[in-house]
């Protein structure tokens, strides 16, 4: 089993949509979680981290659950800037690891 | 921006060869973490550098290697070439390895 899996997409929605993705991890020591996107041929930029308490930053909702080892995403009202590939990362569970990337899903978000 | 700067943006080298990345890291940060990702996959991590040690390496052979200096930019060297060496290189720096900002990246060929 990969550490991290995603949604093996792609998703294809139209504008104004709601889009949920789901991600799951296997160390349970994990201690942080992130999610960021990437564009076509561009560096991963910070989405929003995600906290045990669920977060929200604009319309953007990042969900925990730490006993089923599950992060969500939910984009609400998609707009066509969204489309990129979203990539959920987990941090291990000891000061120092590594960030763990998923596979990353793509988005496509179409008038 | 995040402020992290990477060189050079492109490369092109054949089989054999050895290549040096470089990375400047944001102001503020001593953490560099690098990572390899290949077309159509989420980043794999390589290894990170803390305060100029190896803080952890990931499932890559020792032609991987790197060096972190006192300002906190960093190197990535990687001897003898392989086709399969051919992927964007990340850098991304963080404060005590925590949150991580990427670098715009290299892109390296290998003929």
């Known amino acids: 089993r990969k550490e991290v899996e995603q949604d093996p997409g792609p998703f294809n929605v139209p504008e104004g949509a709601t889009v949920a993705f789901n991600c799951t991890y296997s160390n349970s020591a994990s201690q942080s979680f992130f999610w960021y996107r990437q564009d076509c041929r561009k560096e991963p930029k910070l989405l929003m981290s995600v906290y045990s308490s669920g977060n929200e930053d604009g319309r953007f909702t990042a969900q925990l659950n730490r006993a089923s080892q599950y992060i969500s995403l939910l984009i609400r009202d998609s707009k066509l800037s969204d489309s990129a590939t979203y990539l959920c990362v987990v941090n291990g569970g000891n000061w120092g690891q590594n960030f763990v990337f998923g596979p990353g899903t793509r988005l496509s978000v179409l008038p | 921006e995040t402020g992290v700067t990477q060189s050079p943006t492109h490369l092109i080298k054949t089989r054999g060869q050895q290549v040096t990345l470089r990375c400047s890291s944001q102001?503020?940060?001593?953490?560099v973490s690098w990572y390899q990702q290949a077309l159509g996959q989420g980043p794999q991590f390589i290894f990170q550098?803390?305060?100029?040690?190896?803080?952890g390496r990931g499932n890559f052979p020792p032609r991987f290697s790197g060096l972190q200096f006192p300002n906190y930019s960093s190197e990535l060297n990687v001897n003898a070439l392989e086709l399969d060496d051919s992927a964007l290189y990340l850098c991304?720096?963080?404060?005590?390895?925590?949150?991580?900002?990427f670098g715009p990246g290299t892109r390296l060929t290998v003929l």
């Open positions: 102001s503020g940060h001593n953490t």
């Open positions: 991304a720096s963080s404060f005590d390895a925590d949150t991580q900002y």
């Open positions: 550098y803390y305060r100029e040690e190896e803080n």
